[in-house]
């Protein structure tokens, strides 16, 4: 499964799309090891957003407009740090066939128990539509390859690859024989990625989130 838009770097096998702020299944080694494994790089998660996510993008005015570009429903949160009415930004590429929403801003505590800050939902077109048991392979499988800051859980009624933000980092004086690399501490996001209706959906917030506060905000996503 290809994410076109994906804009944290250390997911393995994905393009950055630009300067990033993104159960019973089966968890991969939520802050374990994997043996071997590299080092993950999300430096670039820090970095400011630039002025446009990515090629191609052009402003909307709203969810219906850039629904009407892209000719497909774009799944999307509606509760109170991330509505409809919340948008700030809406980018949409019809020539890669994606879109990046930024939503305003909000005070902590203003959605009763958040810590505040801005959500930014990527969605595009999937290259590879999956369900069932194929959609579970591949989300355990990327999971896996991401290493200690990453879990499978359910999320929106379908399985999701949860990403750690502000991820403490590895005990690196412990490493076991075999084990390779060690993951200082980083800055990243928290972050949810999964597939709806065929859509590749990625979902961040700032590394403050904790993963339930975010996917109770997902879970909300339609």
């Known amino acids: 499964m290809t994410f076109r838009g994906w804009k944290i770097a250390g997911f393995a096998g994905l393009v950055l799309a630009g300067a990033g702020v993104g159960v019973a299944i089966g968890q991969a080694n939520h802050l ?10 999300l430096a670039q998660l820090a970095q400011p957003i630039g002025p446009t996510p990515f090629a191609g993008a052009k402003k909307e005015s709203s ?16 509760g109170c740090a991330a509505d409809d009415g919340s948008a700030n930004v809406i980018y949409v590429s019809t020539s890669s066939g994606q879109a990046d929403v930024r939503y305003a801003d909000v005070s902590p505590g203003s959605c009763t128990t958040g810590p505040g800050g801005q959500i930014e939902l990527i969605v595009s077109k999937a290259e590879t539509p999956l369900g069932g ?14 290493g200690p800051i990453a879990t499978v859980q359910t999320v929106a009624g379908v399985p999701a690859v949860v990403l750690q ?6 005990d690196c004086a412990s490493l076991a024989p075999g ?14 990625r999964t ?10 917030a700032p590394g403050s989130w904790t993963e339930t506060e975010l996917i109770k905000l ?4 339609n």
């Not at 374990?32 to 790089?41: A, F, I, V, Y």
Request: net charge negative; hydrophobic share 30%; glycine share 10%.
């Open 218 to 221: 997902a879970n909300t996503m």
């Open 165 to 170: 933000g502000g991820y403490p980092g590895d």
């Open 32 to 41: 374990g090891r994997h043996t071997p494994r590299k080092p993950l790089d």
């Open 63 to 78: 969810f219906q407009a850039a629904e009407s570009d892209l000719g497909w429903h774009m799944p999307r949160p509606h």
């Open 179 to 192: 084990e390779q690399g060690c993951v200082p501490q980083q800055q990243n996001p928290t972050a949810i």
């Open 133 to 146: 048991s194929a959609r579970i392979a591949e989300m355990n499988r990327e999971a896996t390859a991401e």
């Open 195 to 204: 597939q709806i209706g065929g859509i590749d959906v990625q979902l961040l």
